[in-house]
């Protein structure tokens, strides 16, 4: 197995910033989770590099993630979070804060936590999808039903050039053991856009059986989604520290280890593992201006 990149973790500080989706909690989440709480595991599961992924709709989670990249150095990159519904306050956070900064490698929104499944759809916030667009950075979907889908195929229709990528495969429907229906139509509807990605994460606690999932149940969907998007489509990510609500982090590594060694030869793997996810992220990329 070569280098291995997480291409979702999380770390947040309940006294360094607020995380709505946190109140009244009442499971391990509601602590905090640093960085170094990942060190061992991280290590045992054979992770090289790291991704950090936004946790709260603010910039101080965001610029919480870039803090520790500087003290990191395993970790290549920051998802943040941009205040898309204006498009000028977010031309000026980026041109002020985070096109100069080498960590600011993709933008999310909490989307799942709004009413509107259609959010993104908003005429301000297409237009600020429109700049990430022109900059080269890509955007993580976090939907969790079928109309998070179709509203992810109608932005790029709009938008066309916008990289995406569906975090944890837009929820599948595992718990249900479907095998076709809304979810497996609209993904590979969405399969057939180039820019469209599949990130292979968070399947452990989207199985409706968390400390009871096996290699099998996750198995068709994982293969699903390799099928359709294709060698060159697809990375993976360990959604840690969700992902202890559903076993161990290094589980889920060895899961995905089981699954594409015994199909994959070892330079798609490294695709896989590696490559796919250093391409939607542009880790390697130069500098990005505002034309």
Same mark, same amino acid.
């Given at each position: 197995?070569?280098?291995?990149?997480?291409?979702?973790?999380?770390?947040?500080?309940?006294?360094?910033?607020?995380? /709505?989706?946190?109140?009244?909690?009442?499971?391990?989440?509601?602590?905090?989770?640093?960085?170094?709480?990942?060190?061992?595991?991280?290590?045992?599961?054979?992770?090289?590099?790291?991704?950090?992924?936004?946790?709260?709709?603010?910039?101080?989670?965001? =610029?919480?993630?870039?803090?520790?990249?500087?003290?990191?150095? !395993?970790?290549?990159?920051?998802?943040? !979070?941009?205040?898309?519904?204006?498009?000028?306050?977010?031309? %000026?956070?980026?041109?002020?804060?985070?096109?100069?900064?080498?960590?600011?490698?993709?933008?999310?929104?909490?989307?799942?936590?709004?009413?509107?499944?259609?959010?993104?759809?908003?005429?301000?916030?297409?237009?600020?999808?429109?700049?990430?667009? /022109?900059?080269?950075?890509?955007? =993580?979907?976090?939907?969790?039903?079928?109309?998070?889908?179709?509203?992810?195929?109608?932005?790029?229709?709009?938008?066309?050039?916008?990289?995406?990528?569906?975090?944890?495969?837009?929820?599948?429907?595992?718990?249900?053991?479907?095998? %076709?229906?809304?979810?497996?139509?609209?993904?590979?509807?969405?399969?057939?856009?180039?820019?469209?990605? *599949?990130?292979?994460?968070?399947?452990?606690?989207? /199985?409706?059986?968390?400390?009871?999932?096996?290699?099998? =149940?996750?198995?068709?969907?994982?293969?699903? *989604?390799?099928?359709?998007?294709?060698?060159?489509?697809?990375?993976?990510?360990?959604?840690?520290?969700?992902?202890?609500? *559903?076993?161990?982090?290094?589980?889920?590594?060895?899961?995905?280890?089981?699954?594409?060694?015994?199909?994959?030869?070892?330079?798609?793997?490294?695709? &896989?593992?590696? =490559?796919?996810?250093? &391409?939607?992220?542009?880790?390697?990329?130069?500098?990005?201006?505002?034309?």
């Amino acid at each position: 197995m070569r280098a291995i990149i997480d291409t979702h973790i999380h770390i947040w500080n309940l006294t360094k910033c607020h995380y /709505s989706w946190l109140e009244g909690d009442v499971s391990l989440l509601n602590n905090n989770f640093e960085i170094d709480d990942l060190a061992v595991p991280r290590n045992q599961a054979g992770v090289s590099k790291g991704i950090l992924v936004q946790a709260a709709n603010n910039l101080l989670d965001t =610029d919480l993630m870039l803090q520790t990249c500087i003290t990191t150095d !395993w970790i290549a990159g920051v998802v943040g !979070w941009l205040p898309l519904t204006d498009p000028e306050a977010t031309v %000026n956070i980026l041109q002020n804060k985070y096109l100069a900064n080498p960590y600011f490698k993709g933008c999310r929104h909490l989307i799942h936590t709004e009413a509107d499944p259609g959010w993104l759809l908003q005429p301000a916030v297409l237009e600020s999808l429109k700049i990430l667009a /022109s900059l080269h950075i890509p955007y =993580d979907l976090v939907g969790v039903n079928t109309m998070h889908i179709i509203t992810a195929l109608k932005v790029a229709e709009i938008i066309p050039d916008l990289k995406m990528v569906f975090d944890h495969l837009n929820q599948p429907p595992i718990a249900s053991r479907e095998k %076709n229906g809304p979810w497996h139509d609209l993904m590979k509807e969405a399969a057939a856009h180039k820019h469209f990605f *599949a990130k292979i994460s968070g399947l452990g606690t989207a /199985s409706g059986n968390p400390l009871g999932w096996t290699i099998e =149940d996750l198995q068709p969907y994982i293969e699903f *989604a390799i099928e359709n998007f294709g060698e060159d489509r697809c990375f993976f990510g360990g959604d840690w520290p969700v992902c202890l609500l *559903a076993g161990e982090y290094t589980t889920i590594w060895e899961t995905y280890k089981s699954i594409v060694t015994a199909r994959f030869d070892e330079q798609t793997q490294q695709k &896989f593992f590696h =490559d796919n996810a250093a &391409f939607f992220y542009n880790l390697y990329a130069e500098e990005r201006t505002m034309k």
